[in-house]
């Protein structure tokens, strides 16, 4: 129910968001709007608002929407309201209102991640764990507490921060220069080969593949925080106890702890531990939870940084209102240039098209995000926005960039496309959209069957 509940949730704003650009644009136009439509098929929902008496409609289907403008070309048009038809305004006019539906979706895009960076984002700081002797990072002389500080031209703070920009450079360059500071603050530069790197398994993170895994530090295993009505607070687990075998089995480190339960999904577990100096014996069963594609054992029970170890391993991203608009608009405008370096890629064949994504997928991860928390959910909204800005602007016919790109050509010649020309493309668009659409549901179900 979350899943579906936060997959229509995401719709249900990119949709009225990308309309609404429509809409605003052609009534500061002076064009008349006739319907705006959140989605397709059978009205759920209609009603009429405004002074030209737009008829509103919620409809059955939800993988879309529409806003249909007073057009001679679907209707006829009254004389005294010729001058408010779509098709009789000047090109300018024809071209902003038909912009303004993706652009709404990269600005809301940028207000998310305004709203983000201003509320602070916590990650953890790029301290390199241990390298493993035949990986690319080994090659490159890194080393283990190595704190990353500047990947090519572009300084980091946290692990998501490195990742990104690593996987912009690879689609630059066969290489990369890493820049990092030791424990001595001494400052070293790695020229990381990225040559080998596979974009395309999704199964395998790129740091992992680069040999790059942050540090894990030596946690004794103590209750440091739990979570009300979970497993641990049922079984009678307490903040402070300290772990010391499970099932008979010693334990001494939080990671030992963390990973038996997570091996034992729905198998009741046998805690020996130490309460206030006094030894006891108590009994958790792990749940059942879906990570990954594979299902884990969960007991809800965490250990909680001490202020000292929090300093050193996390940091929050957080500026002020001015700072985060100028970053929030940048990191729109870097996700929008990589996913278009990602189509080129894919067109050229340099990329396989499995990256993919359908609605089954992108309903998975809102429900993921969403569990995770509402900044998780509002980074994933903000990622789909600018995707589906930047889909309809590419020059498709049927897609909003296809209709620019005839308005373009009008410029240049100084007349409209022709009606069998504009047919023509709707075919073609069509069929283009036809086959992503097919691409990007075979993606789906072969993530479904393989997991």
Known sequence: MMTLLAFLVTLGILIVVHEYGHYLAAIKCGVKVLQFSVGFGNPLYTRRFGKDDTEFIVAAFPLGGYVRMLDEREAPVPEELLPRAFNRQPVWKRMIIVAAGPIANLLLAVLLYWVLLMSGLPGMRPLLGEVPASSAAAQASMKSEEMIVRVGRNPVQTWQDVRWNLLQESLKSRTVEIEAVSGAREMHLHRLDLSKLDTENTKVDILDQLGLAPYRPQMPSHIGEILPDSPAAKSGLQVGDEILAVDGVSVALWEDFAGIMRKNPGKGMSLKLRRSGREMQLNVTPERVEEGGQVIGRIGAAY???????????????????????????????????????????????????????????????????HIGWKSFMGFLALVSISLGVLNLLPVPVLDGGHLMYYMVEIIRGRPVSEQVMEIGQKLGFTILGLLMATALFNDINRLITG
């Open 304 to 370: 909680r940084l001490s202020e000292a170890e929090r300093a050193r391993f996390m940091v929050d991203v957080k500026y002020d209102p001015v700072n985060a608009l100028g970053h929030a608009a940048l990191k729109t405008w870097d996700t929008s240039m990589f996913s278009l370096k990602m189509l080129g890629s894919m067109i050229t064949g340099s990329l396989s098209w499995k990256g993919v994504s359908g609605p089954v997928t992108i309903a998975n991860y809102a429900g993921q995000s969403a």
